[in-house]
């Protein structure tokens, strides 16, 4: 390409040209990054043209016009890749051809200003190996570096797929977070419903308990109220006896002021007899009353010893009207030292009432044993022990099993057979005297033997 | 005639000695009162074959009437004892109980006294 003779030449440099452009347009990928030089390039060819058919109408046979033409083709393909130096390759690329450009610059100015040396011959044949290897070189370099960068264009490209895929992950997970919110506040709102009903149900059934328990007393009630009753019509019959005495022995000539006196004595007696046992009904009534209702949690300054013996006299009596052969000896053993106390006389009422319920059952299936001399006792007691009371409730009894005395707190355990007793008596009764009453309630009990439930309240 | 009532309600001694007061005062009827199934026994095994006839209830604490019941048939066979047995529960099993034992009647709370006094009235013709 260098030994052009002719214009002739420039009909294989420019398609050459064109090639070149086509070649260097691709490994620049002009279109995408400068399409306007792209298109240039593409018409590299075309000074060819005019080129040709001047030299061809004014005849002239020159062989400078192919040194010319290329010389315009080297110094557009170093304006383009000047123009997308911003591109490694294409400075590499620059750099690789600069050489061959200067050259051949040199070569058509020192023909045309018709300088020939034979030094710069020789130095000529060295120079354009010398120029070859350099353009070769940085052509492979610039290849490499395109394919390097091709290299971490696709890893780039890998990483932002990855990121997007990263993202499109994220978005699902979002989506699922809340989604799986949505459904635990769902699931904790069912929580909350399901625990207020377990609530509810728990209230029902503390007072089913207690409802229970009242059907247990029924009977020792009515026996309860039904001897004090009999005292009041027996002592108003006889009362009215008396009076009719009286106005008899007034209609006597000689009345008997003795015996008038001695009438009028018992007359009084028998009103305060009426009146006593009275109250005892109404008091019998009162605390059934109590028992039944829902508690309020007010602690009254209360004679545990007064409400000790009721409950005896209740659970004893209820026993009694379930079982009529059953007997029990009674051994209350009351501290009269001991100052009230405040309690919720109801709660605590409920306590001794399962407490000796407890006891008489106990001692009840120990006597259906039928061991020879076994006496059926139960005792309570109270005592004033520095700044507590002590109540106990002791019977001779069955006994508690090792295996089952701890478990006798815990809701729903029960030993009775189904039907016979919730398994909550225990569990509340624990739960009143050391949540309602911050007291201690604890058992000793030994198989075979005999139960003794010991209460200590603060006084 | 001595009567012997065995009740655990204290009140009771009142009740029997108003009621009964004409007959107390004439002579008649002398009433001894026990409130527990075991003073009962101490009071006749002190004072033996005086008594001739114990009103006792069924229901006290430890021991009951029907255990002295059992006691009295045993222990005091001369002379015959006539025993009423008293209840507030007027079942069937305790009556059938009662009846086994050798009691010679049976009342149901709260006590006719009328009823009561025929009674006595009759034993003592």
Do not use: C
């Not at chain 1, 070859?132 to 091709?150: H, M």
């Not at chain 1, 039907?419 to 198989?447: F, N, P």
């Amino acid at each position: 390409m260098a030994h052009s003779a002719s214009y002739g030449d420039l009909f294989y440099l420019a398609p050459m040209a064109y090639g070149i452009g086509r070649g260097l347009s691709k490994f620049l990928e002009l279109p995408k990054r400068l399409p306007r030089a792209h298109q240039l390039l593409n018409y590299v060819w075309v000074p060819a043209v005019p080129m040709v058919l001047i030299a061809g109408a004014l005849g002239l046979k020159g062989d400078k016009l192919g040194d010319y033409y290329w010389v315009f083709v080297w110094l557009a393909i170093i304006a383009t890749l000047a123009a997308v130096r911003d591109y490694r390759p294409a400075r590499t690329l620059l750099l690789a051809v600069i050489p061959s450009a200067l050259y051949k610059l040199l070569e058509v100015v020192q023909s045309a200003s018709g300088l020939l040396m034979g030094r710069f011959d020789i130095a000529k044949d060295v120079s354009v190996s010398f120029v070859g290897i350099w353009l070769i070189t940085f052509l492979f370099i610039a290849r490499s570096q395109k394919k390097q960068l091709e290299k971490e264009q696709l890893l780039r490209e890998e990483e932002a797929r990855a990121k997007r895929a990263i993202e499109a992950q994220n978005a699902e997970l979002e989506r699922l977070v809340s989604e799986r919110t949505v459904a635990l506040t769902n699931q904790a709102e069912e929580l909350r419903t399901a625990l207020n009903e377990l609530k509810t149900t728990q209230a029902q059934l503390i007072q089913s308990e207690k409802m229970a328990s009242l059907g247990e007393l029924t009977a020792g009630i009515a026996h309860e109220i039904q001897n004090p009753l009999n005292f009041v019509n027996n002592f108003a019959d006889v009362s009215a006896e008396l009076v009719t005495e009286l106005e008899e022995e007034r209609e006597k000539p000689a009345r008997d002021v003795e015996l008038e006196a001695d009438l009028l004595a018992d007359l009084k007696q028998n009103l305060l007899k009426i009146s006593q046992h009275g109250g005892r009904a109404a008091s019998i009534v009162r605390g059934m009353l109590e028992h039944s209702r829902t508690s309020t949690g007010e602690r009254q300054p209360t004679d545990l010893n007064a409400l000790a013996d009721e409950y005896l006299r209740l659970a004893y009596h209820g026993l009694r009207a379930k079982d009529k052969s059953f007997n029990a000896t009674l051994l209350p053993d009351f501290d009269p030292a001991l100052p009230p106390v405040a309690v919720i006389g109801q709660d605590l009422g409920r306590v001794l009432l399962n407490l000796l319920t407890n006891a008489f059952y106990a001692v009840r299936q120990r006597q259906l044993r039928n061991e020879p001399g076994y006496a059926p006792t139960v005792s309570i007691s109270t005592r004033k022990l520095g700044d507590e009371a002590e109540l106990r409730v002791k019977d001779n009894g069955t006994g508690i099993p090792e295996s089952a005395k701890a478990k006798i707190f815990q809701p729903f355990f029960t030993t009775k057979p189904t039907g016979e007793g919730t398994g909550l008596g225990l569990s509340l009764s624990y739960d009143i005297i050391t949540q309602g009453h911050g007291g201690t309630l604890v058992v000793e009990s030994e198989e075979g033997q005999g139960t003794e439930f010991i209460i200590r309240l603060p006084v | 005639m001595q009567i012997l009532v065995v009740d655990d309600e204290v009140d009771v001694r009142d009740l029997f000695q108003q009621r009964f007061r004409r007959e107390i005062r004439s002579g008649e009827l002398s009433f001894n009162f026990a409130f527990s199934g075991e003073e009962a026994l101490a009071f006749l095994r002190s004072r033996p074959s005086e008594v001739l006839i114990i009103l006792s209830d069924i229901n006290m604490p430890g021991m009951s009437g029907l255990d002295l019941l059992s006691h009295v048939k045993k222990e005091f066979a001369m002379p015959p004892t006539t025993m009423m047995m008293i209840t507030a529960y007027g079942d069937n099993d305790s009556y059938q109980k009662a009846m086994a034992l050798g009691a010679n009647d049976f009342l149901t709370k709260p006590v006719d006294f009328a009823v009561l006094k025929d009674k006595l009235q009759h034993l003592l013709a």
